[in-house]
């Protein structure tokens, strides 16, 4: 086998067992609860244990309210505010972001729209 073959094989197989390990370190709630998971586009997600811990504690970027303590909604709104100057309404549930009211940090309302493009949130709907 010639050797490039070789070493993209090997990559593939590398980046496989990191990404398994990690769900692994995921589902067996290895990481801690607040533990530093992963990072998109510089911005950290933290590990929630997957419901073995219910922290109400609110976070806050800024001074900024973003959510409960490591829940999806409070990344998906900390992402928006740090990357693209927005936040939504508060929910109680990731499903009902598509009905909560977007406004930049100074307050003025943004028309939202279903074009999808690098840096969308997708969410799908409950159940």
Known sequence: MPLAKN???ISNSI?????IFLI???????????????????????S???GKTNSLDPNYYNGIYTGQKWQCVEFARRYLIMKEGITFSDVDSAFEIPKAQFKTL???LIK????????SLIVWPKG
């Open 48 to 50: 929630n244990q997957r």
């Open 112 to 119: 939202m729209s279903n074009d999808l493009k690098q840096g």
């Open 7 to 9: 070493n993209k094989i």
């Open 24 to 46: 692994y370190k995921h589902v067996t709630g290895y990481y801690k609860f607040g533990e530093k998971i992963g990072t998109f586009k510089g911005v950290d997600a933290y």
């Open 15 to 19: 980046v496989i067992l990191i990404f």
């Open 106 to 108: 100074n307050g003025v």
